[in-house]
């Protein structure tokens, strides 16, 4: 069974920055796409950033130049780096991954970001 477990989340003031980690039970090269969603309170699950096999990337127009998603197949890890964080940046993330044998989400990691 793959398992992804994120890490990272915390409190944060306005202006911030956090790390999130998502860390994958085997090796991810096997992955077709992995990818960062958030949930807020009340609203819907969204996608916050991708990143193909190919090394594409993808990010929703809110977090633009504010975040970044990245790799790094040795420790089978994929990261978020959010820079600039917004009050609207609170929710919980969750890390997805796509792989030939199916769809894995992670439990989630909650940011709060203060105003």
């Known amino acids: 069974q793959v398992q992804l477990v994120e890490s990272g989340g915390d409190l944060v003031q306005a202006g911030g920055s956090l790390r999130l980690s998502c860390a994958a039970s085997?090796?991810?090269?096997?992955?077709?796409?992995m990818a960062w969603h958030r949930q807020a309170p009340g609203k819907q699950r969204e996608l916050v950033a991708g990143?193909?096999?190919?090394?594409?990337?993808n990010y929703a127009d809110s977090v633009k130049g504010r975040f970044t998603i990245s790799r790094d197949n040795g420790k089978n890890t994929v990261y978020l780096q959010m820079n600039s964080l917004k009050a609207q940046d609170t929710a919980v993330y969750y890390c997805?991954?796509?792989?030939?044998?199916?769809?894995?989400w992670g439990r989630g990691t909650q940011v709060t970001v203060s105003s």
């Open positions: 997805y991954a796509r792989h030939i044998a199916g769809v894995y």
């Open positions: 990143l193909n096999s190919g090394g594409s990337t």
């Open positions: 085997i090796n991810i090269y096997g992955f077709i796409t």
